[in-house]
């Protein structure tokens, strides 16, 4: 099946740094991908869908200049969160979807944690 | 707007029993509908999925749900659970002409596993 790479699997920052997730596709091209967010006990919840060579859209509530959104090639997509703070420690998530599979296929997650 | 309600936030079950997890939709029409499992720390993994036919889908690891349209229901079951199935299950929609793209999940199911 497709394969979705995502690093880092964990990383511990400083609070008011900033923080680069990765998400690759490696065996197949995504024009979309969507990042998620899921605080501990919690669901996953949309933050935004990325498109390759476009803007990110945003979900509400979502603050677009703090979650930063880079899909700069078919194959990745970066979510950048600037001046981190204690709260924005979560997990993230990202998928992509195989065109012409009909599924979605997650990347390993990423635990952010800001101290 | 589209929903996905799981109302067991955790089971507890012995191993060896047998399992069902509840997920009820709330969607205009009859979405595409999903099953994944988190281990902790871990993404998502793809455990079933049905989009027409058979209301009866088998998955992997001896899963298997049933789709009940008078109910909008997407139940997943196992005969026998195994210690290694104790982990976090979710379900998602997607919308019937945006197969595999962002997911609505619901809140999860914590399933444990006693010995």
């Known amino acids: 099946g497709a394969v979705v790479s995502q690093h880092p699997s964990w990383v511990i920052c400083k609070s008011g740094t900033s923080v680069k997730i990765e998400c690759r596709s490696l065996d197949f091209q995504a024009t979309t991908m969507f990042w998620y967010r899921q605080f501990p006990k919690q669901s996953l919840m949309l933050m935004a869908t990325s498109n390759e060579g476009s803007k990110a859209t945003y979900e509400q509530g979502v603050e677009k200049d703090k979650f930063l959104i880079n899909h700069a090639s078919l194959t990745l997509s970066t979510l950048t969160v600037t001046s981190a703070h204690p709260e924005d420690s979560s997990f993230y998530i990202c998928?992509?979807?195989?065109?012409?599979?009909?599924?979605?296929?997650f990347g390993q997650g990423t635990r952010l944690t800001v101290v | 707007a589209q929903s996905v309600t799981q109302p067991d936030i955790h089971i507890t079950v012995s191993e060896g029993a047998s399992l069902e997890l509840r997920c009820n939709y709330s969607y205009g029409a009859t979405p595409y509908l999903f099953w994944y499992v988190q281990s902790p720390g871990q993404g998502l993994q793809l455990l079933l999925k049905y989009f027409s036919g058979d209301t009866l889908v088998q998955g992997i690891k001896g899963f298997e749900a049933e789709f009940k349209r008078s109910q909008s229901s997407f139940n997943l079951r196992k005969p026998s659970v195994h210690w290694s199935d104790a982990a976090e299950y979710f379900c998602?929609?997607?919308?019937?002409?945006?197969?595999?793209?962002?997911?609505?999940f619901g809140g999860g199911t914590r399933l444990m596993v006693k010995p």
């Open positions: 998928s992509a979807p195989d065109r012409g599979v009909t599924e979605a296929f």
């Open positions: 998602a929609v997607t919308p019937i002409n945006n197969a595999g793209n962002m997911l609505t």
